[in-house]
């Protein structure tokens, strides 16, 4: 799953990058929540990951949808 976990630490046409003092947040660029989410259900549902991830959802939305997310590598 380190093929993930370099998925969400890289900037992409999906999502930027913003590093913290622990781990890195990551949000989607305008347009592209439907891919940021699958995304971000991906890295919620990965078995055994190398990271924690903490999704923010989108108040607004009913179907699982994430405008940003904290990501802590283990």
Do not use: Q, W
Request: aromatic letters at 6%.
């Amino acid at each position: 799953m380190t093929d993930l976990l370099d998925r969400l630490s890289s900037a992409s046409e999906i999502h930027e990058v913003e590093e913290a003092d622990v781990g890195f947040s990551i949000m989607a660029k305008p347009g592209r929540i439907d891919d940021f989410s699958l995304m971000i259900r991906e890295a919620l549902e990965c078995p055994e990951p190398p990271f924690v991830v903490f999704a923010s959802p989108i108040r607004s939305a009913h179907n699982g949808h994430y405008e940003r997310a904290h990501v802590l590598p283990l």
